[in-house]
């Protein structure tokens, strides 16, 4: 096994440099065209517009509707953020008007959430919802209301220094709906230990750590559908390297459960851990993965790419600003053996920006650090032009037991 | 490559472990720094993680190693005279930064908090400042990072050997 890994390795290091060779092609090999499901039951529109502010770069949005359960009181929420890094649906207070039934620990206290983002936080009650997308209805569905003021954040929430995330300004959107690999926000690691400092039950001295049974976990709804509930499909567009004002596209229910939804010719990559490995330059990098929720290639740094970063005063500080367009391609491999190349661009995030009013980059990318045990970070880019699969873990498909990705 | 090995000091590490903990309770702060502080004070972090602890010399300074019972690994850097020049983490969960970063706590929740940027944006944490260098990534239960000062790293130790 080691050795075909070093073969493969070696063999790609011949295109290390491909960024300055034609030979080794542009960065969108696989746009050939994607087919986009549009209809039935199980297909809902997502849209890369901006979202509500109308500033969020290459983030995709869905409307999901909740209602209090067992009702017919219902609410549509748009805007939503499609994000296939976490697991579970939160909705900002403020664009909630139904009102919600709380979750009570066994003490009766009422249960709130902190959980961790990159470089932001949500904090605020755990409710109960019946929420519907699309044609896809999962019943009495724990929530996270995100709200500063229900309860206040524990220190424990606050001890990552990070900043909030339950307003419209911080968040850039009216809620996430995390449609990752997982069923559970935190799963086993809360069930027996607080450790982990996601739950919390609130009496009126404050919140404190709790455990928390994985029916009671914020979950990810696809998992309490009725059918289609092994995993979700990405279907976006290809985008042009100048960027686009907005794209279309559709979050698919279900894998192989429908003629709309079969594999066809996606290669199953397995990621046991919810990690893939990328390989670049003769480094490996085992944490790698793929994101809706990240809105951009995050990899390397200066050092390591070639490109330079953003100024600091500059409309895009944080991303790389190469002077010309540069060509990447680097190998992602699964746990099961399947590999395959991938090839993309990075472009001067400060000259996407320029205009004003695009939001969707197909090139748009960032350093995250040069040292193990780092990462590729497969963000919204990726998912352009490519229809790519999300298999819940533990979920049989037609391509075996989830967790996986598919493209 | 020595291999890690049982911190000598572990055993003896108990009785004032507890006092640790119980001063950390009855305060609510940290008893020390972490990052910038003496060694003494990862002592301090072990107990906060409820880990264990293993160490192993390199060539000019020392790494503790602490195993969280959450999974969560924290590697302390240690310099000869004593410091804690760099602090870097892997797990499902991130450790408490407030508790690791210590002094430098308050100049990275700056760092991270101001937002220049005009487009929303959700990405790594990459920080680079004078007297502290931060970075923070990954995903869902597997987060990664490392923070350290740039002018305490000893002579010969690298950035990338931070990990």
Redesign the interface.
Known sequence: MKNVWVFISTSFAVCLTCGFFVACGGGSSHSASNTITSSGNNVAAISVNG?P?G???D?AFVSVAVCVPGTSNCQTIDDVLVDT???GLRILSSALTLSLPQQKAADGNPVAECL?????YTWGPVQTADVQIAGEKASSVPIQVLSDTDFKAP??C??????SADTLDNL?ANGILGV?L?AQ?C?N?CVN?T????YFKCPSSGCVPTVEALAQQVVNPVVLFATDKNGVIVELPAVPSAGEASVSGSLVFGIGTQSNNGLGGAKVYTAP???LTTSYNGQSYP?S?L?S????Y?FL?SSLTGLANCP??S?????YCPANSQNFMATNQGSNGTSGTVSFSIASAVTL?ANQGDNAFSNLG??????????F?F?LPFFFGRNVFVAIEGANTSGGTGPYWAY | MSQLRECPIKSALVAPGVLVLLFVLATGLPAWASLGGDAASIQADQVHLQGTRTTKPAESYTVHEIQSATGTVVREYVSPEGRVFAIAWHGPWLPDLRQLLGVYFEQYRTAVQSRSATRMVRKPIMIDQPGLVVQIGGHMRAFAGRAYVPEMLPTGVRAEDIE
């Open positions: 979202g502010l500033n969020y770069a983030a890094g976490s697991f961790t983002f990159l470089a932001s220190s424990q606050t001890s990552s220094g990070f900043q850039g990752g997982a926000d799963g690691a230990s450790g982990p400092g996601l851990s919810g990690s944490g993965f994101d929720g990240s809105n951009g995050f740094d600091n005063n409309v895009a500080p944080g991303f920006f960032a350093p995250s650090s040069n040292s193990a045990p780092f990462f970070d963000g």
